[in-house]
């Protein structure tokens, strides 16, 4: 079975780290069903140094390397431009809406709630809810050598 991104829609991607149960996370902006823009935050090679990182035209449902593609929202074309620069607007610091040291995860929690206040994206899940269905999916796909695209039922259709 082929996988295939909806254009218009974005996604919350889940990374196999490979040694651990752990995930990179990241936010994907479908341009076409097999690729599109990542956002993400990356700590290399400084470990104790986050920075913002945008990589276009990536062919996200070919690469072996995400486990999971989850939709969380759809995106007008005119918004595109706009969701770029307000990703990048996001802090990179310790979160003080959650509670915790930044990381991948926890600025595309960031990144989730302002998308979501400021009317990019609609969820009617709370972020933590999100974050857990993502989680329990990724795990799924690690232990049964799977990559699966899906919908949240976090967010409006």
């Known amino acids: ?13 889940l990374a196999d780290r490979e040694s651990s149960s752990t ?11 097999t690729d599109g823009t990542i956002f993400n935050i990356t700590n290399f090679p400084n470990r104790n140094v986050y920075s913002y ?4 035209d990536q062919k996200v449902i070919s690469s072996g390397r995400y486990l999971l593609a ?21 802090p990179i610091q310790y979160s003080t809406r959650f509670h915790e040291a930044m990381t991948c995860r926890v600025w595309v929690k960031e990144a989730l709630f302002a998308l979501d ?10 972020i933590n809810g999100i974050e857990a269905e993502a989680r329990f999916a990724a795990m799924l796909n690690k232990a049964n050598g799977k990559r699966t695209v899906g919908k949240s039922r976090g967010y409006v259709l």
């Open 1 to 13: 079975m082929a996988l295939h991104l909806e254009p218009n829609g974005l996604y919350l991607l």
């Open 23 to 33: 995930f990179h996370w990241g936010l994907c902006l479908a341009k076409s069903p």
């Open 53 to 56: 990182e945008i990589k276009s």
């Open 70 to 90: 989850l939709k969380v929202g759809d995106l007008h074309p005119a918004l595109h431009g706009p969701l770029e620069t307000r990703l990048s607007e996001i």
């Open 117 to 126: 206040d400021e009317g990019y994206i609609k969820l009617v899940e709370n």
